[in-house]
Every structure is written in C-alpha cells, then in structure tokens.
C-alpha cells in the first residue's frame, strides 16, 4: 500500500460513524477499497491473459469481463443515475474554479498549490490531506475525501498528487453522473497498455479489478439472504474474505491455464441487475468514454454472466 493510501484508511478508521454514514450516503463503498490488499503475483498472472482483440480476459474457453452493471453493483452508490454517462466537457470549467468549488478554499490558496505534472495540472495529496483533517464542514472534508480516493486508487496516474482530469470526472459524479464507464474504460485501456508494452505501471483500480475477479473465480460460500438485505454490500463481503497470498504468480499462471467453465461462478451471486447493456444501437461494440481516452466493449461476449446465451462479435 501507498504512503497516500495508507493515510487515507487511518483517516477512515479515525472518523465517527456518523461521518462514514454521510460517505457512503453520497459516494457509496469505495472504502472498503483502502481495506483490500492487491495480490501482485494474481494480478500479474492475470494480466497475461488480458485479450487484446475483444478486451475480455480469455482463459481457455472461457471469456469473463467486467460489465457497467457489476461495477455498479460493487460501488453500490444510491445517487448514481445509471442513464446519465460521463463524457469530458468540450470547454469544462477551469482546475482553479473546481477546485475551489470541491474543497472550500479561497482562490489564492488553491493558485498557490496548483502545480504542473507532465501534461497536466495537479495537486499534492499531502495539501488535500489537511483539508480533510481540519475542514470545519464535514461534506467538504468527505467530498475531498472522495476525490482523493478516485485520484489514488481508482486513477493512480500522478502518484501522491490529484490529477486536473479526474476532478472533471468528480464534478460530474456530484452531478449524479455514473463514473462507472470511465473507470472501466481506463482500466481496459490500461491492461491493452500493459499487454502490447509486455509490462507497464497499471493506471487503473487493482483493487476493484480483483474484487470482481474473486466474485467469480474463488468458490466460496455464499449466503443468498444478505444479497437481498438493503444494507448488503459485495465490496465487503469479498474484502472480508480471507485470500491466500502465498501463490507464486507461476502457480497462478498454471491455475488461469487450466480454468474450466465448473471452476468459474459465471453470475456473481450479488447482481441483481433487471435491466443490462449489451449493444450500443444495431453495434455489437459500446463506446466506453474515460477520462484519458475512449476504448471499445463487447457485452455480448459475457451475456453467460447473465446466464444468457454469449455471442462473439466481429471485431
């Protein structure tokens, strides 16, 4: 774990009930995240198996991906409209005015700590860090709390900095937006990176990745009356659930090489989706809009993970 996010679950541990409550109210379970231990050899292993051409992971026979619906079902945020999709703003607002809206701070002391990263304006995390141990308003300290989630988990592009693009995207969430798509569309353009390079930093939520991972490729137990509690969260029975982490990532290569359809869990027993996306208009493939770039989804490769009848589509 990162020095960042290791502060931010001791901030997380340190806060009332009541200030948890107003977290997950408005941003749902993304915490649970800071909780989870990324397996590098599994998520090396697993990488291996990322296919370029239909970007599904295909093991064998098998071909699994995560879908809009599951993520959605993993964050498990009530104020998320499913309908309203992230797309970056021809002429969005500028970072200084974003960032005075979100954290609360005048604009001399947002101009002061703006820094340039590359391409892209920035901010320390270590400057976010005070707003959310200080701020007398306790949503600005959650909202900023959020944001540095997003930046250092979810988007850990500018380590120990919170990046101009994804205070877009937390702008819009704000708004209702789902940020599903654009964290799938990073983290499938990443793996396409990493896959082409043979190597390569992963610029997208391991965390989440191998929660998902697990709902289908670890037989556990499962008790089918919590899926229909209202206080039911996945994110925290798969965090709660102890992993071997003692796997050589050469065993974990053999493991994946000999996946079977019996070994795979192919609806994650928490989806409780009525309603799924498996083309965009006459398309087999459906944009996915990030905040980086845009890549291609096939959902008609993983209807079996709606116990439909799967289909390959023409890439």
């Known amino acids: 774990m990162r020095l960042s996010e290791s502060d931010l679950k001791e901030i997380w541990d340190?806060?009332?009930?009541e200030v948890r409550?107003?977290?997950?109210?408005?941003?749902?379970?993304?915490?649970?995240?800071?909780?989870m231990k990324v397996d590098k050899h599994l998520f090396r292993a697993l990488a291996q198996f990322w296919n370029l051409a239909y970007s599904c992971f295909t093991f064998e026979k098998v071909d699994l991906v995560p879908t809009v619906e599951e993520y959605m079902a993993l964050l498990r945020c009530a104020k998320i409209q499913v309908d309203k999709v992230y797309s970056r703003a021809i002429n969005p607002s500028n970072f200084l005015k974003r960032l005075m809206n979100i954290t609360g701070m005048s604009e001399q002391w947002v101009t002061t700590r703006i820094k340039q990263k590359g391409d892209n304006k920035c901010i320390s995390w270590r400057n976010l860090k005070d707003i959310v141990l200080a701020h007398p308003d306790a949503k600005k300290r959650v909202d900023v709390f959020d944001l540095s989630i997003y930046d250092l988990v979810i988007f850990p592009k500018a380590l120990g900095h919170v990046d101009e693009a994804v205070t877009d995207l937390f702008d819009r969430i704000d708004k209702g937006v789902t940020p599903v798509p654009a964290i799938l569309a990073e983290t499938f353009r990443s793996l396409n990176a990493c896959?082409?390079?043979g190597e390569g930093r992963f610029i997208g939520c391991a965390q989440l990745?191998?929660?998902?991972?697990?709902?289908h490729c670890w037989k556990v137990d499962k008790v089918s009356y919590r899926v229909f509690s209202e206080n039911y969260s996945p994110l925290k029975e798969v965090v709660a659930t102890p992993m071997r982490d003692d796997i050589s990532m050469e065993k974990w290569m053999a493991?994946?090489?000999?996946?079977?359809?019996?070994?795979?869990?192919w609806r994650a027993p928490w989806l409780l989706s009525d309603e799924i996306l498996y083309r965009c208009r006459d398309f087999d493939w459906v944009p996915l809009l990030g905040i980086w770039g845009a890549v291609g989804y096939a959902p008609l490769l993983v209807l079996r993970q709606y116990r439909s009848r799967q289909f390959i589509p023409v890439t």
């Open 209 to 215: 990745l191998l929660a998902w991972f697990h709902s």
């Open 14 to 17: 340190q806060w009332n009930e």
């Open 21 to 35: 409550q107003l977290f997950y109210s408005n941003y749902g379970d993304l915490p649970y995240l800071l909780d």
């Open 255 to 265: 493991i994946l090489q000999n996946l079977q359809e019996e070994d795979v869990e």
């Open 195 to 197: 896959r082409k390079a």
